[in-house]
């Protein structure tokens, strides 16, 4: 019993010393189902993402655009209304 105690506390020590020493190194990342992903697939991964956080900035661009044409377009019809009335 106190061996499996001392064992794992050496296992969590190395676990640990092991980890600060990979700061900065190759990170490997799972899937949702727990499997380590290869670099290749790491990297479509972040290409996807890339894809779509681009996909979704121009999206808001394109509607912020919009937004301001209308506003553009409002203000227009209630100066030329002002000034007929």
């Known amino acids: 019993m106190a061996m499996r105690s001392a064992l794992s506390r ?5 676990r640990y ?3 600060e ?3 900065g190194a ?3 990342l799972s899937d949702d189902k727990g499997r380590i992903l290869s670099e ?3 990297a479509k991964e972040n290409v996807y993402i890339q894809k779509m956080e ?3 900035l121009e999206k ?3 509607a912020e655009k919009e937004k301001a044409e209308k506003e553009k377009e409002g203000s227009q019809k209630a ?5 007929k009335g």
């Open 60 to 62: 808001k661009k394109k």
């Open 21 to 23: 020493s990979t700061r």
């Open 17 to 19: 010393r092991s980890m």
């Open 10 to 14: 050496f296992n969590s020590a190395t």
């Open 40 to 42: 290749e697939e790491r």
């Open 26 to 28: 190759i990170r490997y």
């Open 54 to 56: 681009r996909e979704r």
């Open 79 to 83: 100066t030329e209304e002002a000034h």
